[in-house]
């Protein structure tokens, strides 16, 4: 069983930066692959930036290319996404989410094309001045 949390969203005004968390409460297999995902209101859940546990492999969705990193800290089970140059449009509620089957890979995992087995709970992030 593995458990996501999510911390670090909060009210920051357009240009500012905000590095997001997602703790694995327990430890995940190798071949795992993790990632984050953002929803608005009226608009669909979207993978963001996600990330292979096997060779490092990431993916970084077109509209935010350029201003999100995601990154890992394996020893200590964490998961973030930093990210710079807010804007309004990026106001949504940020999920992290994990698979654990050996064929996911870092962009099937954001295009929701390999299967997602665990979801947390989230944190807001809202951009306005």
């Known amino acids: 069983q593995l458990q996501l949390v999510e911390s670090g969203g909060g009210l920051v005004q357009p240009g500012g930066s905000l590095r997001l968390s997602c703790a694995a409460a327990t430890s995940t297999p190798h071949y795992y692959v993790i990632g984050w995902f953002r929803q608005a209101p009226g608009k669909e859940r979207e993978g963001v930036s996600c990330i292979s546990n096997f060779d490092s492999s990431t993916y970084v969705s077109d509209s935010v290319k350029g201003r999100f990193t995601i990154s890992r800290d394996n020893a200590k089970n964490l998961v973030y996404l930093q990210i710079n140059n807010l804007k309004p449009e990026d106001t949504a509620t940020y999920y992290c989410?994990?698979?654990?089957?050996?064929?996911?890979?870092?962009?099937?995992?954001?295009?929701?094309?390999?299967?997602?087995?665990?979801w947390g709970q989230g944190t807001q992030v809202t951009v306005s001045t």
């Open positions: 989410a994990a698979a654990t089957r050996w064929i996911a890979t870092a962009q099937g995992l954001c295009a929701k094309t390999s299967p997602i087995d665990y």
